[in-house]
DNA sequence: CTGGCTTTGTGCCGACGCTAAACAAAATAC
DNA sequence: GTATTTTGTTTAGCGTCGGCACAAAGCCAG
């Protein structure tokens, strides 16, 4: 119990939150980086830290570790509080919905199975979701600060509708964030007044998590691009902040031609990301049935993973790859990301010939500098709860006094 | 002289920047305002005007001037310092290069005629042109507080090396940022010492001083598409900061495929944006024989104003406006822009028939919500020479009282 | 083991940049 | 002319952070 901490922070906007924000993204272990991250004295990071371990947010290990064998005093290190408290994260997808707890650090605490039926009325599934997760703070006793939801279409700003929610026998505009809000209103889970994020596309959200969490952790551009049942989703994340564009409509890459020749898309074109480079196009080109028990992504992801030697599948392989390969190469073009992470069967491809891929963006894209962007498999499961959760984590993040009601 | 000001304002971050931003974008027409706009006090808002008239950037016009009808006290007005200090601005182009003399604002204070003729070393020419921007200081007896070049290619970062000057007989990987504050430094130009920013690519420019001070003002996510001489630029802004990307190669628009059995293209692909809508293009595609004489993009804007009534020229034109719509409709499907304005030959496609642009985008688009972009004309006398400038006041910006250095 | 050296953590004080609130000024509304 | 609205200024005060001195806790050299 330390109890030492002299100067009182009070409300307002200071360090606070972005020193959180470093912890909670692991890039803060010790308050000797906190300092250099921050650009303030050790003073200052000192008495942040002993506020944030005040509020119950992180913890301090003040014990002495094996140190890394540099001179000096050793630092404390600094971690998020475990028994800290969560949000409320919620997903819907293709296959069933979730719910989760998930801490800062992106840590989930605790997490329903995927219900594998989703009811047409969202109302509905948004009610159940939110009241599967109520059930999970009852159980787990845990505090709540606040809910994130991530569904599988492009979400309209300002208002939050889902725009062609193709996976779902949703009609298309239904108002997901105020459906959500609503529900968890019902359910009565706090910290969820205020009316901005808290909904977010899948793609998007599990961008975010990468960034924060995952395998885009210090990327400055980074760019997710993830096929799910049907179609294909991008992600840009900017300096630490998603682009989602001006009506949250951005990174709709599933119509950027690929095979001018190709099959038609419904958008009008023919050879369209979305029809070349999904699981069904997987499936049709390596001349497989796709059965109706399973979802499509499971059924394309099994196949290339147990049957990948096979010429057919092989072959198939190949055309995705440089289909996708040639996608990849005109949004480096257009955006020039430093790093690029795939998600879905995507990530299957991407492990199936890492090689074959890498050449084909760096093939096609201009300028070899430009075209030796990293491309990497996403390191985190279940990333778009992750991200849903750093929805209801953000305005913690922007000032963790909010804690304090 | 208004000798009158309390709080002495010290060195550091305060809203003396962000302040003289709004003041610099037109947003900041009095002091109420600024209180609003900065979400400070009218206290605070009051000091930071008195401190930025006391440095020299601003003037405050305290007679009382026709009210716009509404009832209260008239503010007192806010102007940037016309006969304040000035950035050495200067620009690169096919046809040429120039300096000028940018103030606050972005107003063209002085001004070279363009040069007609580019050495094929790129030392001699931004010698050249640093010499020509120190003669016009010299004239004007103006104090110049930085100073920023504009490059008809891109602009790699982060050492600023001039990538494929397709225009230009220089060699691609010129050290033009090195060369340039070289230049700077022989010519005796103060304010230029920082290794940061001072150079970039000529769309990229243009599109931040549409952003600042032309169409694309109050635009949240801005993008910008012009063509020049050959092929086709383009550029991003996005929440004030232009996106140039990890390495300054982003919105290489030139190479979407517009056209799948198109004309091939060096980029090994065939029917792209670059081979398909410039002005190149336009002129082979309205049968006329290109003339050595002016620059392509001259003869295509004159054919199209001159001539567009004849029909080989109107159909030419709309074949061009149809390419130039599926390209830019592929960028806001991946971008989700709030404004896209056109510069160059676009620009003039744009006025010749603006409903057939605006509907082949909306048409090809994903719906309406984000096909409903409004496209402009770029507004702006040489957009790209006060991009420039604004890359010279940068440092100001951020802390105005480094005026006082 | 002892005395430097280096790095980390903390207590104290002051300064800077802002807010809050009262007051003053300049217009319109009635 | 008086009330109301909006803008600008003054004064007091507070919060956050920097600067500095000092203490703590590990290496390293002898």
């Not at 993204?25 to 250099?36: D, I, K, M, N, W």
């Not at 409320?88 to 605790?110: E, F």
């Not at 057919?312 to 289909?323: K, S």
Request: glycine letters at 12%; aromatic letters at 2%; proline letters at 6%.
């Amino acid at each position: 119990m330390t109890q030492t901490r002299t100067t009182r922070l009070e409300r307002g906007r200071s360090a606070l939150g972005p020193a959180l924000e470093l912890v909670h993204t692991g890039r803060a272990p010790t308050r000797a980086v906190l300092t250099s991250e921050l650009g303030v004295t050790r003073a200052t990071a000192g008495a942040v830290a002993a506020e944030l371990e005040a509020l119950g947010l992180i913890t301090v290990d003040s014990r002495p570790h094996a140190s890394a064998g540099s001179q000096g005093r050793p630092s404390h290190r600094l971690f998020v509080n475990e028994d800290g408290p969560v949000v409320l994260a919620a997903q819907i997808h293709a296959d069933g919905y979730r719910a989760a707890l998930v801490g800062l650090g992106g840590r989930i605490v605790a997490t329903t199975p995927s219900c594998g039926i989703i009811p047409a009325d969202p109302a509905q599934v948004l009610a159940e979701v939110v009241e599967a997760g109520a059930a999970l703070l009852r159980e787990t006793g845990r505090r709540c600060l606040g809910a994130g939801l991530a569904v599988p279409s492009a979400v309209a700003e300002p208002d939050g509708e889902a725009l062609n929610p193709l996976h779902l026998a949703w009609p298309s505009g239904a108002p997901v964030r105020e459906l959500f809000l609503r529900a968890l209103a019902e359910a009565g889970i706090p910290g969820v007044t205020e009316k901005i994020g808290f909904t977010g596309n899948d793609v998007n959200l599990g961008a975010l998590a990468e960034h924060r969490h995952g395998a885009g952790r210090g990327a400055r551009h980074l760019l997710c691009v993830a096929s799910g049942h049907r179609g294909v989703g991008g992600a840009l994340v900017l300096d630490g902040r998603l682009h989602s564009g001006s009506s949250g409509l951005a990174l709709e890459v599933g119509h950027l031609t690929v095979h001018p020749e190709g099959a038609p898309c419904h958008c009008g074109s023919r050879g369209c990301l979305d029809v070349e480079a999904d699981p069904l196009a997987f499936l049709v080109a390596a001349g497989r049935e796709p059965g109706p028990e399973v979802s499509l992504l499971h059924q394309a992801v099994e196949l290339l993973r147990n049957e990948y030697s096979e010429p057919g599948v092989r072959t198939a392989a190949d055309l995705l790859i440089d289909r996708l390969g040639l996608g990849l190469a005109g949004l480096v073009n257009i955006l020039n990301p430093d790093r690029i992470i795939l998600g879905g069967l995507h990530r299957a491809l991407l492990e199936a010939d890492p090689e074959r891929l890498r050449a084909v963006v760096a093939d096609r894209s201009l300028w070899g500098r430009s075209g030796g962007v990293p491309i990497l498999p996403c390191s985190l499961d279940h990333n778009s709860l992750v991200g849903a959760a750093e929805l209801g984590w953000q305005p913690v993040l922007n000032d963790p006094l909010v804690v304090l009601d």
